[in-house]
């Protein structure tokens, strides 16, 4: 019976976590809107995303490990996003002193949270590596072409089918 309610409850997290996948992608998305069009108006989107990718970041750690006590899991997250926001915020200094454009800024701002958000994933789940990923790459691609919104669009598409599909394969693979 103890199985039954353990599959049941880790099925339960593994939908919440694609929803938490799908929500950081579209806010990722939304960022990327915001700093293709208005790269000023980046900065601060990008730091309250650190925020909100931290909160997500410590519920998902929190759901798979409730044994690990919620204020570990806070230490351990509060550390490791805070030490972005740091990033984040030294970022903005240089642009404040004119050592970055407003351009610049926001991309670099979106590969500090692609980094951090890679790093999480490896604590916590291939799909916060997903985001970072998606950050990223979509950072990358903002070099070679200016409106780099409709990538991403599709580099979204992408991963969001890719998760799904690798979940149900996961899941088939154990049901074998």
């Not at 730091?47 to 204020?71: D, E």
Request: contains cysteine.
């Amino acid at each position: 019976m103890l199985n039954q309610d353990q599959d049941a409850s880790d099925k339960k997290y593994v939908y919440v976590e694609e929803i938490i996948l799908a929500l950081m992608l579209l806010l990722a998305l939304l960022g990327v809107w915001i700093t293709d069009y208005a790269p000023m108006d980046g900065y601060g989107y990008w730091m309250i995303m650190v925020f909100v990718f931290a909160s997500l970041a410590i519920t998902i750690a929190w759901l798979q490990n409730k044994a690990a006590g919620f204020m570990t899991i806070l230490r351990e997250q509060s550390l490791h996003w805070f030490t972005s926001l740091l990033m984040v915020e030294g970022i903005y200094i240089l642009f404040a002193h004119q050592h970055l454009s407003s351009e610049d800024t926001g991309l670099v701002i979106m590969m500090i949270l692609s980094q951090s958000t890679i790093l999480d994933g490896v604590r916590i789940g291939w799909r916060f590596g997903l985001v970072g990923i998606f950050l990223g790459m979509t950072a990358m691609i903002a070099v070679y072409t200016r409106h780099f919104f409709w990538i991403g669009t599709v580099l979204l598409c992408c991963i969001l089918i890719t998760s799904v599909f690798g979940q149900m394969w996961l899941n088939k693979k154990r049901k074998v």
